[in-house]
């Protein structure tokens, strides 16, 4: 089992910066992929950004250049830094892990509000 908890979301103006953290517990080892989702109002769950087993990083087209996925294995961490966000931007943000068995984690998500 793999334990996810998000923090850091809130209500930040267009054009600013929020950075979304999410601590893992558990089996840490078996952990293959981890990816920030983001799911709008009456919109499908969509990956934003994720990192795989081989450290290559993946981002939707619509946030290249203004996020940055990145991971603290010393403190079981994974961040999703957001600069320039935008009204679009505003969803609720979950962290997932991919183990080795094939099994997805989720959190329990952070909203992100961008308004003026």
Not at 42 to 52: F, L
Request: hydrophobic content about 35%; charged content about 15%; aromatic content about 8%.
């Amino acid at each position: 089992q793999v334990h996810l908890v998000e923090s850091g979301g809130g209500l930040v103006q267009p054009g600013g910066s929020l950075t979304l953290s999410c601590a893992a517990s558990g089996s840490i080892a078996s952990i293959k992929n981890v990816a920030w989702y983001r799911q709008a109002p009456g919109k499908q769950r969509d990956m934003v950004a994720a990192i795989t087993s081989s450290g290559s990083i993946i981002y939707t087209d619509s946030v290249k250049g203004r996020f940055t996925i990145s991971r603290d294995n010393a403190k079981n961490t994974l961040y999703l830094q957001m600069n320039s966000l935008k009204p679009e931007d505003t969803a609720v943000y979950y962290c997932n892990a991919l183990n080795l068995a094939g099994l997805f984690y989720w959190g329990q998500g952070t909203q992100v509000t961008v308004s003026s």
